[in-house]
C-alpha cells in the first residue's frame, strides 16, 4: 500500500498527470446531504431568528450531554446513517466557519415547510436547495469540476418534508371551512414544489435519493396537547396519507422519466403508526 503510493507520487512528479495526481477524493468515498425539517435538523435553527429552536435542556441530554439544536434527546437519522457510512457527523450548513463539504452537508430546518409560507423565519425547501447550489459551486471549486461531478452522483440526498405544511393546514383558524377541493389543491402545490427540488437535484448529478414520508402528524405529542381531546386528530393524519399515497405515485414517475434516478422510500407514517 505505501509502496503504491510512494510509486504514484513519482508517477506525478515525474509525468505529471493532472487528473491522477489532484485527485481529492478518496475511492469509493460518499457524501451524504440532507434536506429536512424537526426530524433531521442537526442545528440550523440555531443560528436563526426563530422561536423553532431547541437550544435549552433537556434536548441534547443521553448522547451530547449538552443542547446542539437536533430536535431530539440525542441523536437523530442523519448520525446513524453518517456513522453506518463511516462518515463523521454531518454537520448543519449555516455553522459558522466550516466550508468543508466533501463528507455533505445539512440543511434542514426544525419548522420547516415545502412551502415557504409554513413557517417564515425557517429555511423552507427552495431556501436549502438554494444553499445547496451554493455548496455545488464551492465544491467546484475546491476538488475541480470532475471529482465534484462524481462526489454528486455517488452522494445520497436525504429528505424528509411535508409535515409541517399538512400541519399549518389542518391547523389553521379557517381549515373548517376548507373544502376537499382546497386541500387536493394544496397538496397539489407542495408535492409540485417538492418535484420542482429533487428535479433540481437530479439536474446537479444527484442520482441517489432517500426519502421519508410523513408520519401520522395528527398524533403528535404536542398535537395531542395542544387540542385537549384524548387521542390523534383525524385530519392532519388522513392529510399526512393522502400525501403519502401521492409522493409514492411521484417517485415511481420520477425513477421511470429519468435515466440513472434511483430512490429508497421509508414508511415512516406505517413505521409509527402501527
Ligand atoms: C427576530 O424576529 C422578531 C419577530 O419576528 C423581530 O421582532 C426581531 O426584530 C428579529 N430580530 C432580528 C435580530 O432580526
Ligand atoms: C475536507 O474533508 C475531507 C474529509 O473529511 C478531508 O479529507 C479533506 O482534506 C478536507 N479538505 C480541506 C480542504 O480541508
Ligand atoms: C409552489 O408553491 C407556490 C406557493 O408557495 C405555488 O404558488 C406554486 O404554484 C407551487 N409550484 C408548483 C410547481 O406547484
Redesign the pocket.
Known sequence: MLREVITSVAVCIILLLPATCLR?L?ENHVALFIFGDSLLDAGNNLYLNTSAKTNYFPYGETFFKHPTGRVCDGRIVPDFIAEYAKL?LIRPYLEPGFS?Y??GINFASAGAGILPETRPGTIHLKLQLSYFEEVVKRLRQ?IGDEDAHRLLSDAIYLFSMGGNDYMALATDPKSSVLTAAYKKTFMTMVLGNFTTVIKEVYALGGRKFAFQNVGPIGCMLATRASSGINGCLHDPSVLAKMHNVALSRLLRKLAYQKAGFSYALFDYYTSLAM
Open positions: 481529492r478518496p463523521p468543508n466533501t463528507d475546491q
